[in-house]
């Protein structure tokens, strides 16, 4: 049936009836202006009659209340209209924010035709699809931003150990570019007996489901480093893993500080120990068991109150309690009882952390029988110094003491070698003429800190009499000789840890955009199921023009035979069935499928009607379709997005957590549970300021404010929390805060 045909079939009223009854908003405007009809389904959607738009001024007025915006959809929509009339085509689509009745705002996409009396305008409800697409960008941001600020390498592989995403500071790790290694198989970029392991671990991952955790030397590009790695398995929308998720942590330098202080450990000629103030060794080296002659399994499994002579034992205990109020011990000397029954005298050095005490002992046997026979003799007091002084010259680091008055009273040879000031100069100065700029007023209420609350420990930057700049880990302790207060520390080279955590580089890149909209498809067909009129989105379907599929039904057309009957078996329907559902009478709504699983598939939310003549009976079907296929595959991509998120933070080697602007947790790792003792929800009814230590609360509070201020983007440094149990843990914190996508601060 031509279109011609179609106008003699009915009168006028079977088009009012066929536009009333189209799913989707339509108006007609005169040359005047005036709205000479709007269908129910406008009504339904924006709440509007007849009564309320008599004319177009008063649409413009009441969808676009906003003066500025409704001038540029005035500009906007009178420019598409005069291409529209001056081309001779339809007047084209674009997105509008329109107001309704009710005052809620929805995103319209309107377009219309041209008539001789005025135009014909047609309007898309996409608030829903825009709604989706806003959810994937944020969820895409989140995943972003936690895999871009991490100092941890984060890696996705498919089943053909393929890279499929990696971070910037992966990509760091091996002197590349992301793009460079994008696509590139694991066993291009590692040796083959590590390849074959990492692939032996990929596919644990991949058959059992369950993730795969590792610590060992990696080969890359200039170096070996130890890596911390959890592989964790990454489902697709069937449910089936497709993909692993890799996150790597760069244990290098604390590998190497672990070795470095297990050799000094066990090579130094002194007896270093670690012991409780329960009484008990935790840990000594081997000169214990050269010294006293029993094995280490023997001096731990007693008090060592009971290795000290019984002269001892009350000068011992007031020392540990001293150590138990965390006050630094120094020179004090007791005596330990050999295997052989003999007794060795020890002078101590002692620190406490907590309940443990950190101890060096050095045996003044000799020393002490020196002392007994000449205790008046002044080179015996002597020697006691150069003693002392050669203990504190063989400390680590920087060793000194001051009095309350600010000045410099001892120090350790490595002091002056590093400050390159010599002795005399040293007696001279204050410890403040080491320091610049806010370095300097660090220091001041550092030491006031120390003399005030007992003890504090600062990072500051030591510069040396040749203005040579290197940073510091500063710690102080107060303690009392001759009725006098003294405040004696270490500073310690923190040159390479603050080296390592400036090598995690941040960059941004986002994930792909979102895909484009789509348009309707819009047909009628005779009581044969002939298309007897469609527009050009239904023609372009099938890369047709309208005029090559009047006449014609649907597989005449090329629509897919199976898809056009029907197959029982495979649980299809078939458009068919639904054509003659509706030539009976019925009004159909279905989600179609088109397409093969080689090519893709295309989801459809389609409306069939019956279409009547003036008499009331069926002369046809009225369809149309919309193309929701970017809308199912967003979904699964927010889904997906979500999934790697999730994984990425509850199986993090590290703890991680997120937190409102209160400070109040709302999502914690297991990895944080564990290292604070809390269970989840425990942890979930604190705020980061109850866990920080309080040495710690006001930088914490600094460091804050600077990223809600936007003065930078993240925030690392060195912090104290208190374990649930009150041990006191160092943590390296990195801090990020999540903005909304108005730029507001979110969670951090």
Known sequence: MKKSELNNTGSNETYRQLIERIPLPLCLVDNTGKLNFINDRFTKVFGYTLNDLPTLDKWWLF??????????????????????????????????????????????????????????????????????????????????TLTESAQDSIFLLNRSYEI????????????????????????????????????????????????????????????????????????NSQGEISQVLGISRDVTFYKTVEEERDRFFNLTLDMLCIAGTDGYFKRLNPTWSKVLGFSEEELMAKPFFDFIHPDDIQPTLDAVNRLSAQNLVINFANRYRCKDGSYRWFAWTSTPYGDQIYAVAHDITELKKIELSLISNKEILLKEKDYSDHLIDSLPGLFYQFNAQGRLTRWNKNFEKVTQYKAKELAKMSPLDLFEGKDKQLIETSIRSVFETGQDAVEAVLVSKDGMKKPYFFTGKMIVMDDQPYLVGMGLDISDKLAAEKEAKTAATLMNNILNSSTDLIFIKD???????????????????????????????????????????????GYEADDLDAMHGKTIQSIDVAGNGQDGYFYFDTVKLPLLDDNGDTIGIFGISRDITKQKLIEEQVKLSEEKFRLAFDNAAIGKAMANLEGRFIKVSPAMCRMLGYDEEELLTKTWMDITHPEFLQLSFDMVEKLVRNEQSSSFYDCKFMHKDGIILWINLNIVLVRDNKGDPEFF
């Open 63 to 144: 969808a676009y209340p906003d003066k500025k915006y409704r001038k540029w959809v005035l500009d906007t929509w009178d420019e598409a209209v005069e291409k529209a009339k001056t081309d001779g085509i339809d007047i084209e689509s674009a997105d509008y924010n329109v107001t309704c009745k009710d005052g809620t705002v929805k995103t319209i996409i309107i377009s219309g035709i041209i008539l001789e009396t005025g135009f014909l305008a047609t309007l898309i409800d996409v608030t829903d699809r825009k709604k989706a697409e806003e959810r994937l960008r944020e969820s895409e941001e989140r995943y972003r």
């Open 164 to 235: 499929q995403f990696v971070n910037e500071y992966a990509a760091a790790q091996f002197r590349s570019s992301k793009s460079g290694l994008l696509g590139k198989s694991i066993m291009e970029l590692f040796p083959p007996e590590r390849a074959q392991k990492f692939k032996k671990s990929i596919n644990q991952v991949l058959s059992s489901g369950e993730p795969f955790v590792s610590e060992e030397k990696i080969p890359f590009p200039g170096a070996d480093r130890w890596l911390n790695t959890s592989i964790m398995p990454v489902k």
């Open 527 to 573: 009581k044969e199921l002939r298309t007897v009129l469609c527009n050009e989105a239904f023609a372009a379907a099938l890369e047709k023009k309208p005029s090559d599929l009047i006449g014609k039904t649907d597989i005449e057309n090329g629509w897919n035979p199976e898809l056009v009957k029907g197959d029982p078996e495979k649980g299809i329907r």
